[in-house]
Structure formats: C-alpha cells, structure tokens
C-alpha cells in the first residue's frame, strides 16, 4: 500500500525522544511517529466511557426536569382543587355533619377504586393534560368516568 507523505515540525526534545525510541524499538522514526499519530486520533477507552457517561447525565437531567415539572403540575393542580372547593363549598349545618362525612368516606372510596384502576392500566393524568386538555379533546375513560360518578351521585 502506497502511504502519503508528510512533513512535520518537530521540537527538538520531541525530535530527540524519537530518534531514541526509534533506536530502541529498531524501527523507522516514521513507523513510529504514524503510530503516535493514529493513537492520537483513535478515542480510546476513557473517552468512550466519557462519552457514555455525558450521555446518561443528560438523560438523567431530561428525567430529573421532567419529573420537576410533573410535580409543579400536580402540586399547582391541587392547590388550585382546593382553593376552588373552599370558594365553593358552604359550611354545613352541625346536623347535617354525620351525613356528610359518610358521603365524603363513599366518595373517598370511589375515587381509590378509579385511581386504582387508572394506575393498574398505567394512565397519567398528566401526559393526558400535557396535550389532550390544550387541544381541547376530551378523553373517553374521563368522559365515562364522569358520567358514572355523576350517575351515582344522582342514585344517592
């Protein structure tokens, strides 16, 4: 195989620690000097490993933001619940307070039981909000839902 040619410009300690490996190794100082230079060029293990370990802290960071901004969601999400619920709600008569807290423990067990389910078939409310709700599109399993809990509500 026919190699190029190339002239370098080397220092003169860097010319003299050549010659000497040259001498060492009974090889031509372009035999070596080829070698250094491929070397060079080569990635070798750390840099492979670099270059994985740059990759996984990115995605770990995509992770990390994705999971603050799930939590930002959710955390504004139920402030805002209970704002609307205490705006809304009136105050209940002392006698009417038995009553409501056995309909308020019913109620809690229903919503365990959907959030059990939608947990079970792996749905997230907030992938659904990430885009469904901004597009206005309305899921089915929601829209069923609510027209169950709406039904029962009017059989009580």
Do not use: C
Request: proline share 4%; aromatic share 6%; no cysteine.
């Amino acid at each position: 195989m026919k190699k190029d040619h190339l002239s370098v410009y080397l220092d003169p300690e860097v010319m003299a620690e050549l010659i000497e490996l040259a001498g060492q190794k009974n090889r031509p100082k372009s035999v070596i000097a080829e070698a250094a230079i491929s070397s060079f060029l080569t990635p070798d293990d750390s840099d492979r490993r670099e270059a994985a370990l740059v990759r996984r802290l990115d995605l770990l960071t995509r992770q990390g933001e994705r999971l603050e901004r799930d939590l930002s969601i959710a955390v504004e999400a139920i402030a805002l619940f209970i704002k609307f619920w205490l705006t809304v709600t009136p105050p209940l008569p002392e006698s009417a307070q038995a009553a409501a807290q056995a309909k308020g423990r019913e109620r809690f067990e229903f919503f365990l039981e959907t959030l059990g389910r939608r947990l079970a078939k792996g749905q997230s409310l907030l992938r659904e909000v990430s885009m469904d709700r901004l597009n206005g599109v309305v899921n089915e399993t929601d829209r069923r839902s609510t027209v169950q809990f709406r039904s029962n509500e009017a059989l009580r």
